[in-house]
């Protein structure tokens, strides 16, 4: 049972940093593609970041330099530092995973796996 359990949510003030984690298990974690999603309130799901096998790195526009995606395969887990947040940063974060080793796809749809979640507010 492949399992992905997120921390490191909470409410921060504009400017301020928060760094997500992924915790995954139950399956060849390291030879996934793993991605970050977000849902902001009455929004559809969206990409953040993807991170594929070989450290090939995708990020959405929104993030413009101030989100890191990454991984430690040794830990089985991925991570998200996201700094000079904004207040529309505001949504339910999500880490996904794929199982392919170059990730090939930005669209919620092509992740099998997901985490349950995890709240992140930014107030101004």
């Known amino acids: 049972q492949v399992q992905l359990v997120e921390s490191g949510g909470g409410s921060v003030q504009a400017g301020g940093s928060l760094r997500l984690s992924c915790v995954a298990s139950?399956?060849?974690?390291?030879?996934?593609?793993m991605g970050w999603f977000r849902r902001a309130p009455e929004k559809e799901r969206e990409v953040v970041a993807t991170?594929?096998?070989?450290?090939?790195?995708t990020y959405a526009d929104f993030t413009k330099g101030r989100f890191t995606i990454s991984r430690d395969s040794a830990k089985d887990t991925l991570y998200l530092q996201m700094n000079s947040l904004m207040p529309e940063d505001t949504g339910m974060y999500y880490c996904?995973?794929?199982?392919?080793?170059?990730?090939?796809?930005?669209?919620?749809?092509?992740?099998?796996?997901w985490g349950q979640g995890i709240q992140v507010t930014v107030s101004s």
């Open positions: 996904a995973a794929d199982p392919v080793l170059r990730c090939t796809t930005l669209v919620p749809a092509g992740f099998h796996y």
């Open positions: 991170i594929g096998y070989y450290g090939g790195t």
């Open positions: 139950g399956y060849t974690y390291s030879r996934y593609c």
